[in-house]
C-alpha cells in the first residue's frame, strides 16, 4: 500500500520561507515521479512542481518559478518543497503525489497516489 504523508506546514508572514517534506512508502521511490499540488479556499487544486526520479528534471508553474523549489532525497524515500519569498495567495493546502509515468505531469489525473495535505498560511 502506497502512503505519503506531507509535513512542514505552519503559519508563516510574508516574505517567509518553509520547507515542506513528503515521505512516501510502499512504493519503489526512485522510479517515480513526484510531484507538489495545492488547493486554496474555494479554488481547484493546481500544479505546483514535479520533479523526475532521478531528480534532474524539474517543473514548476509559472507563478512559482523562481520561488520555490523542488528536490528528492530517494536514499530516504523524501520529497522536498522549498518555498521562499512567500505571498499570502500561496495560502492553501499542499498535497504531494506519485505518479507512474516516465516524465514529469503537470495534470493531476496524472497521478495515482496522494497524500492527505499540509496547511500552509501565509499572513500579510
Known amino acids: 500500500q502506497v502512503q505519503l504523508v506531507e509535513s512542514g506546514g505552519k503559519l508563516v508572514q510574508a516574505g517567509g520561507s518553509l520547507r515542506l517534506s513528503c515521505a512516501a512508502s510502499?512504493?519503489?521511490?526512485?522510479?517515480?515521479?513526484m510531484g507538489w499540488f495545492r488547493q486554496a479556499p474555494g479554488k481547484e487544486r493546481e500544479f505546483v512542481a514535479a520533479?523526475?526520479?532521478?531528480?534532474?528534471?524539474?517543473y514548476y508553474a509559472d507563478s512559482m518559478k523562481g520561488r520555490f523549489t523542488i528536490s528528492r532525497d530517494n536514499a530516504k524515500n523524501t520529497v522536498y518543497l522549498q518555498m521562499n519569498s512567500l505571498k499570502p495567495e500561496d495560502t492553501a493546502v499542499y498535497y504531494c503525489a506519485t505518479s507512474p509515468l516516465s516524465v514529469a505531469g503537470t495534470r493531476e489525473y496524472e497521478y495515482d497516489y496522494w497524500g492527505q495535505g499540509t496547511q500552509v498560511t501565509v499572513s500579510s
Open positions: 520533479i523526475s526520479w532521478t531528480g534532474r528534471i524539474t
Open positions: 510502499g512504493r519503489t521511490f526512485n522510479t517515480y515521479v
